[in-house]
């Protein structure tokens, strides 16, 4: 059995660039790394972008990241007709970093919508320009403008954003960690990765294994575009970056 790849961007999302080894190339035609900073995509958030260089200069385009069986096995998936290395050769990892900021900021941002919106979550999507969250909320008495004017002011509180890990059995113990209605954090690896905002967690917590800036002033400017019904009990919110346009 293949040796998960180190998932360096789960401990640091900030990194740009890393030196790997490729570990194989799958009857696909992934490259599967020893360790890696390209997040694969997962709980709604799309997987990165960027290149590999090798030894000689070449470099090689990634055009997506996945995962294969596990969430342990990372799959880079290069463009068509790349170059392709050899396993146990070493290259330079590079992602879109611009791409993976945006993503960064959204993914925070919907965590803070769910602060915002303390409803059951039934789906969400995380894109670099415009993400959703939805919402098991029968009642459509919130609107984009108050949502939005709470979401800026923790925004603008500037929370700490940060990580910790917690057992299969303290989940179960705090089941209301778990926001979504419908989808359970993997259990059976023994522990569950919470993301965290505010002083010891103050604001939120939650599982989840995307990547997020430090801080919540890193969003910036921010607004719901909409609250679209999606069914009797769903309400749809979709963010986008930007003030929210004036009426």
Same mark, same amino acid.
């Given at each position: ?12 999302? @900030?990194?740009?660039?890393? =030196? ?14 020893n360790?890696?900073?390209? @997040? ?7 997987? =990165? ?10 470099r ?10 596990? %969430?342990d ?23 879109d970093?611009?791409?993976?900021? %945006?993503?960064m ?48 002011e ?18 179960a ?30 604001? =939120? ?23 679209? %019904? ?10 986008r ?7």
């Amino acid at each position: 059995m293949m040796a998960p790849t180190q998932a360096l961007f789960r401990e640091d999302a @900030y990194l740009k660039t890393a =030196d790997a080894q490729v570990v194989a190339l799958n009857d696909r035609g992934g490259l599967i790394l020893n360790r890696t900073i390209f @997040y694969a995509t997962s709980g709604g958030q799309p997987g =990165d972008t960027g290149f590999l260089e090798c030894a000689d200069g070449s470099r090689i385009v990634i055009a997506g990241t996945i995962t294969g069986e596990t %969430k342990d096995e990372i799959i880079h998936l290069p463009a068509p007709d790349q170059p392709m290395p050899k396993p146990g050769e070493v290259v330079k990892l590079a992602i879109d970093w611009e791409r993976r900021f %945006k993503l960064m900021r959204m993914h925070t941002a919907c965590h803070l919508l769910t602060v915002v919106c303390p409803f059951p979550i039934t789906g969400a999507a995380v894109n670099e320009e415009d993400s959703r969250v939805d919402f098991d909320l029968p009642d459509a008495g919130v609107t984009k403008e108050d949502v939005t004017a709470s979401l800026q002011e923790l925004i603008a509180a500037d929370h700490p954003v940060f990580t910790r890990w917690i057992t299969d059995d303290e989940l179960a113990a705090k089941p209301t960690l778990v926001k979504s209605k419908n989808v359970r954090p993997p259990a059976g690896t023994g522990r569950i990765r919470l993301v965290c905002i505010g002083e010891s967690a103050s604001v =939120d917590s939650q599982p989840c294994g995307g990547t997020h800036v430090a801080r919540t002033g890193e969003i910036g400017e921010i607004h719901v575009g909409k609250i679209e %019904k999606k069914g009797r009990e769903n309400r749809r919110f979709r963010l986008r970056f930007g003030p929210l346009p004036v009426a």
